[in-house]
DNA sequence: CATCAATATGAACCTAGGTTCAGTATAGAC
DNA sequence: GTCTATACTGAACCTAGGTTCATATTGATG
C-alpha cells in the first residue's frame, strides 16, 4: 500500500546497506531451496550455512523462524498467483476454460510435491501470509476461470473456487507420481458437467 | 497371532501382574483420549497424567513414545477394519454396495476427524503398525465390496482398494463440516459408473 | 507371613534447535 | 582518510520434551 514518489515525512530511515540487500536475497533463496529439499524442520543453522551467513544474520532480517518460512510461502503464492493468471491469459485468447483449468490444477499439485514441504510449512508454524495480495489475485483468476468455463457449459453450475481450493488442500502431495495421475484422474471429473463415464 | 490354550514350551515368562496389566490399559486409553483431543504432541507427561501413572511406567510397556502412538494407531485401523466387515456383512444380506461403500467413506472421513491427530501422529512419527492383520483385514472387506458393486453395475470397473486408500489419505479432516461434505460430494461420484451430471 | 522379583515413581539427564548478544567488520557519508 | 551507524559473526543461552535410572512399592509365591 505505500505509495512512492514521494519522500517520507517522518523516520527518513536511509536506505539499507548494499550488502544487506545481498544477504537478504541469499537468505530467501537459500531458505526456500533448503525448505523445498529437506522440510520445514531444516534447522536455522544449515538454512543459514546454505546461505553463506550466520544465524545472526537470519535473525537480522526475519525475527524468528516463522517469518522466514511465512516469506517463502508468499514466494510461492505469488508462483500460483502468476500461473493462474497467465492460464486466464490463455482462456481469454481463446483456449478452452476447462482445459486450462485442469492443467492449472495438474500443474499446482505437481509444484506442490516440490514444494510440499512449503506447505507443510506454512501449516506447522501457522505461518500467516503478511501480504494477501497475491492470494487475492489467484482467487480472481481462478473465478474468472471458472466462470468461462461454466459459460461454455463444460464446468458444473455449483462449483466455486472453494472447490477448487478444497480439492487442492487435499492433494496427495506426498504419494508417488502414478498415485498423484490417478488422484487427478479420480477427481477431475468433479468439476465438468460430463462426470465420468463408464470405460473413461 | 497367538494361540492360546497352549502353554510356551521355552521362556516361562511368569503371567503379568495385574496391576501391571491395570496400568497398561489406563495407559492406553489416556494416551488415545489426549492424542486425540491435544494432538499428537502431548507430551509424554500428560499423558502420563491422563493415565494417574508416572512417567516411567509409560516406558515400562512402551520402550519409545512412537511405540506408544503405534499402538493407538492399531486400535483406530482395528475399528475400521470392524466397520467394514460389518458393512461388508450387510451386502451381504442384500444392501446395495454402492451405498455401503460410500457411507463406509463417510463414516472414516468423520472418524479422522475426531481421530485426526491419530492419523497424523501416524505420518508424523512414522508409527508403524506392529500387526498387519487389522489393515489387510479392512482391506480384504473393502475389495469385496468394491467388487460386489462392481458386479451390480455401480461402481466403476477400474476402481480398486488403492483408489479408496488414495481418497482416505486425502480427506480434508481439518476442514470445518460443511467442507468435509463438500468434499465427499465431490469424489464420491469418482467412484461410481454414472459420474456426476449436471444438476446432480 | 516372609521374601523377592516385577512394577511404579519422578526427579534428573540429555539432546535438539530456536534465539540472543557482545564483539567485530564494513558500507557509505563527510 | 576518518568516522559511525548498520550489518555480520558465532559461541553461548534457554527451553521443551523425550528418556533414563536409583529408589520405593507391591503383587504373587511358598
Redesign the pocket.
Known amino acids: 500500500m505505500q505509495v512512492e514518489g514521494q519522500a517520507p515525512p517522518v523516520t527518513p530511515a536511509?536506505a539499507?546497506?548494499?550488502?544487506?540487500v545481498r544477504?537478504r536475497k541469499k537468505i530467501l533463496a537459500a531458505a526456500g531451496e533448503q525448505i523445498t529439499a529437506h522440510g520445514p524442520?531444516?534447522?536455522?543453522?544449515e538454512i543459514a550455512a546454505a546461505a553463506?551467513?550466520?544465524?545472526?544474520?537470519l535473525?537480522?532480517?526475519f525475527?524468528?523462524?516463522?517469518d522466514l518460512v511465512a516469506a517463502v510461502v508468499a514466494a510461492y503464492v505469488a508462483r500460483v498467483a502468476d500461473d493462474a493468471e497467465t492460464a486466464l491469459g490463455r482462456v481469454e485468447a481463446g483456449a478452452r476454460a476447462v482445459d486450462e483449468l485442469t492443467a492449472f490444477l495438474g500443474r499446482v499439485v505437481e509444484a506442490s510435491v516440490t514444494d510440499r514441504a512449503v506447505k507443510a510449512a506454512a501449516q506447522t508454524l501457522g505461518a500467516e501470509p503478511g501480504d494477501r495480495a497475491d492470494e487475492d489475485r489467484a482467487g480472481v483468476a481462478v473465478a474468472a476461470l471458472i466462470r468461462a468455463g461454466q459459460d461454455a457449459g463444460d464446468i458444473h453450475p455449483d462449483v466455486t473456487v472453494s472447490d477448487i481450493y478444497l480439492l487442492f488442500s487435499t492433494a496427495p502431495t506426498d504419494q508417488p507420481p502414478a498415485a498423484r495421475a490417478r488422484w487427478l484422474a479420480l477427481v477431475t471429473p468433479a468439476l465438468t458437467t460430463w462426470g465420468r463415464q463408464a470405460g473413461n
Open positions: 536511509r539499507p546497506r548494499a550488502d544487506a544477504n524442520e531444516v534447522g536455522m543453522d553463506g551467513v550466520a544465524v545472526g544474520t535473525y537480522r532480517h525475527p524468528t523462524k516463522t
